[in-house]
DNA sequence: GATACCCTACCGAACGGTCGGTCGGCAATA
DNA sequence: TATTGCCGACCGACCGTTCGGTAGGGTATC
């Protein structure tokens, strides 16, 4: 039993239950062991929490890096962005929902060390919309509020996606950024 | 004290603790009750939970018929009904969160109950899309994901708005409209 | 080859504390 | 006297965490 098969475990089990409803016994059980055993490899719940959460924020953040230093136009790039963000969340479906929805179970201290990495990630698609602005390519009234819109369509999509549903990420994902970039008018 | 009374205080802690890390103790701290006290008014802590979000949904859809009933061209429709639940929802923001964030923290019985309701309520918005398909007036390949996408967008929101920001709600919402309908690109 | 030692992984039992919930009774009102 | 609203005391269950101990494999010493 090695410490990374019980995050896996923990991950699975607080995106079904939540944080606060998953016990030490639930994860125990899950990889077969006494939930004494546990803390042989991890110090506390809290920091398998913090754990999950690191490892969910550094898979998305690489990914995304990949996509960002390309020198691509900034429309083909959001439509990068978007993909590999998508296909990455909706692969680890488990760490996704934990990163998303967990994040407010963290003990405050954690928090301060979490937030932070969090909102540069946010940056980055904020600056790439102001990119696409600065090059004339986009047309947006206020650029922070576009990049709260896009999250919101690409995070919420945690809340509802099921893997046995007919569609696949890309797919989504295509249909997502041709509405973000045409918008849903006729012309 | 009221019944109403203790489900709004219990709104508040829950949108700002969740469901799980909140206590009786903590119901009762607010109202200036025992806890013992709390169950002359309610049943169980479940029961609080369901009265909130039975209220929340409440809320939302008689805000959101007013809207729908009227015959007006479906773009036009889709801007006043994103700015009717985003001004609701704001308004009432420890409702909404716990509508949002919250559901699945309710035992199974009552998670049978109350999703029906919020499966109704945003098959109206598919269907709003959809009549704007069918008039001629949206241009979209899959109705019900663009409607998934809007839900995104405007439930997002309850996660980063905060009342003390420059943004009202009403603006917001017109941004957002903006972008859902004409899309980022410019033209 | 036998002995002593240590380390890793694990477990049973128990800890103090908190949880949601119950119960009998008190005081005020009608 | 009956009812309503409330409270103090309490319950069993479960929580996260700790502790002492053990089984087994490697490894250095004699």
Redesign the interface.
């Known amino acids: 039993m090695t410490r990374d098969e019980i995050l896996e475990a923990a991950a699975q089990i607080f995106s079904q ?2 944080f ?2 998953t016990s030490m016994q639930d994860i125990a059980q899950a990889v077969r062991l006494q939930k004494a055993s546990l803390y042989h490899h991890v110090s506390s719940k809290q920091e398998i929490l913090l754990a999950v959460l690191d490892q969910a924020m550094a898979m998305l953040i690489a990914r995304m890096q990949q996509v960002m230093a390309q020198p691509t136009p900034p ?1 083909v790039k ?1 439509r990068q962005a978007m993909e590999a963000y998508l296909t990455t969340m909706l692969e680890h479906r488990d760490l996704a929902a934990v990163l998303l ?1 967990e994040h ?2 963290l003990q405050p201290e954690f928090q301060a060390r979490h937030f932070p990495r969090r909102d540069r990630f946010e940056r980055l698609w904020r600056d790439l ?1 102001q990119d ?1 602005v600065d090059q ?7 650029p922070s ?2 990049g ?2 896009l ?7 945690i809340t ?1 996606y099921r893997p046995e549903g007919a ?1 696949a990420a890309e797919t ?1 994902s295509h ?2 950024a ?10």
Not at 151 to 157: F, K, R
């Open positions: 239950k939540g606060h409803a429309d959001l929805l407010r179970s919309i696409g004339g390519v986009f047309d947006c009234r206020d509020m576009s709260r819109a999250l919101g369509v690409l995070n919420w999509t509802w569609l989504i249909l997502f041709d509405l973000f970039l045409q918008g849903l008018l006729k012309r």
